[in-house]
T-cell receptor, first 112, second 114 residues
Framework: AQSVTQPDIHITVSEGASLELRCNYS??????LFWYVQSPGQGLQLLLK??????LVQGIKGFEAEFKRSQSSFNLRKPSVHWSDAAEYFC??????????FGAGTILRVKS | DAGITQSPRYKITETGRQVTLMCHQI?????MFWYRQDLGHGLRLIYY???????DKGEVPDGYVVSRSKTENFPLTLESATRSQTSVYFC?????????????FGDGTRLSIL
């Protein structure tokens, strides 16, 4: 069965510093992978997705993610974090029938 | 996403009561989903629907009932609420079949069962 692991429950970075959020997936074939962001009291917003082609995908708000099949990873990156990026981030893998399996999430704190 | 609305946003009820959470989407998307979000678990799928009158169980369906008589609506009912069902519930939709289809989420319903 598909599964997603986000090893970091909390991450704190300084404003302006770079960010990398880790995501590892378990899936037999080429996966469909997604990153979502959730601000407090709101639903999830899609940041980016990967389903084929270039392994480096660009998303909204300056985020990017790299698919590495050999490592079963799909890490999210941003070169310079802004205070407004503080939120919870979820990695997800397609599980057939349009279903998604989500990781447990990583809470990002930004310190000024 | 403004195109998918959940009501109520907040609900407090007592154990044993029936409660229905509503979900409405404006796009006529084929697929709709219900998740619950609990600390440390991320989002877990309760039920999903591929089209009107077609529903199926997800990972944690026990204690929940769904229906989908109209494409745009997908209500979730807790027939006899228990404290373990205290959670934040999210509804989502996606446009058509295909594993690469993103899901669009409502803002959630925070449900507390006393």
């Amino acid at each position: 069965a598909q599964s997603v692991t986000q090893p970091d429950i909390h991450i704190t970075v300084s404003e302006g510093a770079s960010l990398e959020l880790r995501c590892n997936y378990s899936y037999g074939a080429t996966p469909y992978l997604f990153w979502y962001v959730q601000s407090p009291g709101q639903g999830l917003q899609l940041l980016l997705k990967y389903f084929s082609g270039d392994t480096l995908v660009q998303g909204i708000k300056g985020f990017e993610a790299e698919f590495k099949r050999s490592q079963s990873s799909f890490n999210l990156r941003k070169p310079s974090v802004h205070w407004s990026d503080a939120a919870e981030y979820f990695c997800a893998v397609g599980a057939g029938g349009n279903k998604l399996v989500f990781g447990a999430g990583t809470i990002l704190r930004v310190k000024s | 996403d403004a195109g998918i609305t959940q009501s109520p946003r907040y609900k407090i009820t007592e154990t044993g009561r029936q409660v229905t959470l509503m979900c409405h989407q404006i796009w006529s998307h084929s697929y709709m989903f219900w998740y619950r979000q609990d600390l440390g678990h991320g989002l877990r799928l309760i039920y999903y629907s591929a089209a009107a009158d077609i529903t199926d169980k997800g990972e944690v369906p026990d204690g929940y009932v769904v229906s989908r008589s109209k494409t745009e609506n997908f209500p979730l009912t807790l027939e006899s609420a228990t404290r373990s069902q205290t959670s934040v519930y999210f509804c989502a939709s996606s446009e058509r079949q295909g594993g690469n289809q993103p899901q669009h989420f409502g803002d959630g319903t925070r449900l507390s069962i006393l």
